[in-house]
């Protein structure tokens, strides 16, 4: 214990130093840097169809028409006429965008499902900073067929977010899963496309008095590839740069009640078909949601007998080494104000992994009795608290539990920095004993100017019955990261403990010491070479882990090019060094085993993609080379196609051949994705999956009638076979419904 609070005493000290060098003014930034656009009150209400040219309600509102070309001319004017409105009343805020184009009838347009990527489309988003502290916020955003695209930004987009659309999964940075209470519509013609936006003030977080709120805006013309930004931003950087972001002044806006009471009622079906006598067994389940708003910045989400039936299941993955897959979080409950609970080494160390709660250890699913949840903002301070209670499961022997997480972090106005910390709890719900599990944590962001920042932590934890590993029970990290004009870099050192354990959180591995670097040059070539190039992206990337004895478990070095073009094609000419310690014997595949050795190899790392925008596109991913003293060949290929904005699917084929001393392997995972959406709010999805290494085939088909903020109804088929045998089959029809009370 003494060496651990040796340890929080200089962590305190260095942050302290830290911050007050942050805090001068040779790090500040100035609000005489950012561009500056006012919103206007109305009293005549815009009728929400599209047609904004027409309106009176947008006739004496002062348009936003000085957007900025991050790609392919940054820093030239947007090329096409851009008019953006910005407008409210008591109840609501408006959005108005008008898109000249003159090319109107090839607009590009790949989804209309609500969220769907609008990287290649053309599109409109607006990110707002409510509570203007440059790091946290709303996105909402359409494409011309008028979808619902919103997420919440925590910490400018910095979190363990993972891009892939299909696997939906977040721990912080930017929450795509966050579905909010609004409208949008939109309408085209010779002129182009236009769209307006009805965004309830509820359904926002804003601090009380606050005039001032933090904007940006982004207009994608993908038939030029083209982004560009009404703030405008170095090459690299996203719309959730929040601290580059311009300001909207002239707010005068009133707090707004906010309970909503979200009921479900639900049907399932279910046969198991390994049982002696396989039925069908029918079952009925009600639960209740509330949402409350104690303040406008703080909220309070209750839940009573939560039920994510609704939710796409897991994507199939295949373990070719000794540590642990990441699954991510899906669940819609879990999903909102996720970044503020995010406290780690995102994907390697998360204290707090809200999987945990519900679902067990094989992945069967633990049932959630309830909980409550806080979440929101004080001045500069970020609250949040959270407690579960789960049942018992008596034919698997799972005993009921309370999860507890308490966290607090306080952001520094103006400097990009903020402490924070920790508490995470796992008990059991009765006759404790010993039976508990808690981890302590600060964590702390530098921020150096616009440029930089030191992301750091410390956490310890605590379980009964476990002292005496190397290291102790102490996970420690420091990362120096640099963004800035093309360069991305960032070192990084990391420590955890053979007795660190988490019980509530993911490890990826255990008892390691391990030291990062990366160094990431954009380049845009002056001039129209080979057919058009973008971009070139040249980067080394380093990874190593070791043992508390010097021993090297892993080492991974990656030097890599990405060539760009403006027509959407890239193709990355990668080569990767590694190197693999293995202390025990373990088996890869059945009857395969990977002796204790040292392993040192090299591999080719090509991936290449078509313009992702047509009707068609491709995608490869290869890796040729050495693999634990033997050779691994694994291919990756991508299929996506789509009729019109309806109709999208995506075929994926992952094979790996595997040639070892101990043996050859062969296995492959087949991924279908199909999907209909009759119009934004009613599609149907099907994920059909085979993974050749468990003999598993499984479906999920789901039909959604969306209503407000992911309520309404959705029916559900899920089925698994083993070895192309039937094993179960689920058939479930949810209902849900928001009631706003104070409305």
């Known amino acids: 214990m003494r060496s651990y609070l040796n340890s929080i005493s200089c962590y305190l000290v260095f942050l302290i130093i830290a911050i007050l060098a942050s805090s001068s003014s040779l790090f500040s930034q100035t609000d005489s840097e950012r561009p500056v656009a006012s919103a206007t009150a109305i009293t005549e209400v815009p009728t929400l169809d599209g047609e904004v040219q027409n309106d009176p309600a947008w006739q004496n509102v002062l348009p ?3 957007l900025v070309q991050q790609q392919p001319n940054q820093g030239a004017p947007v090329s096409e006429r851009t008019e953006i409105r910005i407008a409210y009343d008591k109840d609501n805020l408006y959005l108005s965008a008008v898109m000249y ?8 347009v790949t989804d209309s499902r609500r969220d ?8 409109i988003r607006f990110i707002f900073d409510t509570y203007h502290d440059t790091r946290n916020g709303f996105v909402f955003g359409t494409n011309p067929i008028g979808i619902q695209y919103d997420a919440q930004v925590d910490n400018e987009g910095q979190g363990n977010f993972n891009s892939n659309r299909a696997q939906g999964g977040t721990i912080g940075g930017f929450n795509l899963n966050w579905d909010g209470s609004w409208e ?5 013609g010779d002129y182009g496309w236009s769209a307006e936006f009805q965004i309830p003030l509820k359904t926002l977080r804003f601090g009380k008095g606050n005039q001032k709120w933090g904007l940006n805006i982004q207009r994608n013309i993908r038939n030029k590839n083209e982004k560009s930004f009404w703030s405008p931003l170095p090459l690299t950087f996203e719309i959730a740069r929040l601290s580059m972001a311009g300001d909207l002044i002239g707010l005068d806006l009133k707090t707004q009640g906010n309970l909503k009471l979200i009921p479900y009622v639900l049907g399932q079906s279910s046969k198991d ?3 002696e006598s396989p039925e069908w067994n029918t079952d009925g389940e009600v639960g209740l949601d509330l949402k409350y708003s104690l303040t406008p910045s703080l909220t309070l989400d209750a839940t009573l007998n939560t039920d994510f039936a609704q939710v796409e299941v897991d994507e199939e993955q295949v373990n070719l080494d000794r540590f642990n897959l990441f699954f991510p979080e899906k669940r819609p409950f879990f999903l909102e104000n996720a970044g503020l609970f995010s406290v780690g080494s995102p994907g390697e160390i998360d ?3 809200s999987r945990r709660i519900g679902i067990s250890e094989n992945g069967g699913l633990v049932p959630i009795l309830g909980g409550i949840r806080l979440s929101g903002k004080q001045k500069n301070t970020n609250i949040g608290f ?3 209670y789960t049942s018992d499961v008596d034919d698997e022997g799972l005993n009921g539990n309370t999860f507890t997480v308490g966290r607090v972090n306080h952001e520094f106005a103006g400097t990009r920095t903020s402490l924070g910390g920790v508490v995470v709890n796992r008990s059991r719900t009765q006759d404790r004993g010993d039976e508990h599990n808690t981890v302590y944590a600060i964590d702390s962001k530098i921020g150096l100017g616009k440029k930089a920042q030191i992301h750091a932590f410390i956490a310890k934890s605590n379980t009964p019955g476990i002292s005496g590993g190397d290291g102790g029970d102490i996970a420690y990290r420091v990362r120096f990261n640099h963004s800035w004009n093309g360069w991305n870099n960032y070192i990084g050192y990391t420590q955890l403990g053979q007795d660190f354990n988490p019980e509530v959180g993911f490890l990826q591995r255990s008892a390691f010491r391990k030291f990062e670097a990366l160094v990431f040059k954009v380049i845009r070539p002056k001039k129209d070479i080979l057919g058009g190039l973008l971009e070139v992206r040249p980067h ?3 990874r190593g882990f070791w043992d508390f004895n010097g021993f090297m478990e892993t080492m991974f070095l990656h030097i890599d090019n990405h060539w760009v073009w403006k027509n959407g094609y890239e193709f990355h000419t990668g080569v990767n060094f590694t190197k693999e310690g293995v202390k025990e014997r373990f088996e890869i595949s059945d009857g395969v085993f990977v002796e204790p050795g040292t392993y040192n190899h090299a591999e080719f790392f090509p991936v290449a993609w078509t313009d992702k925008s047509k009707p068609v596109s491709l995608s490869y991913r290869g890796v040729f080379g050495g693999f634990f003293g033997g050779t691994r060949i694994s291919n990756s290929l991508g299929i996506t196609a789509r009729i019109g904005d309806k109709f999208n699917s995506e075929i994926s084929f992952n094979r790996f051949d595997i040639d070892l001393p101990g043996g050859e392997f062969l296995t492959h995972v087949v991924r279908g994705r199909l999907s209909y959406s009759f119009t934004p709010q009613i599609f149907v999805q099907t994920l059909i999956q085979y993974n050749q290494s468990s003999d598993r085939f499984s479906t999920n088909l789901r039909l959604g009638w969306l209503r407000s903020a992911n309520s309404g109804l959705f029916i559900v088929f899920n089925e698994i076979r083993d070895d192309f045998k039937q094993d179960n089959q689920l058939f479930t029809v949810k209902y849900s419904h928001i009631f706003d009370v104070l409305k």
């Open 540 to 542: 080394v990337a380093y």
């Open 64 to 66: 936003i028409t000085n």
């Open 351 to 353: 204290l707090f992994f």
């Open 386 to 388: 959270l407690n579960m």
């Open 101 to 108: 184009d003159p090319n109107a009838d090839v607009l590009i």
């Open 273 to 275: 078909f390994n049982a």
């Open 116 to 123: 769907a990527s609008l990287d290649e489309t053309d599109a």
């Open 184 to 188: 949008v519509k939109t309408s085209t």
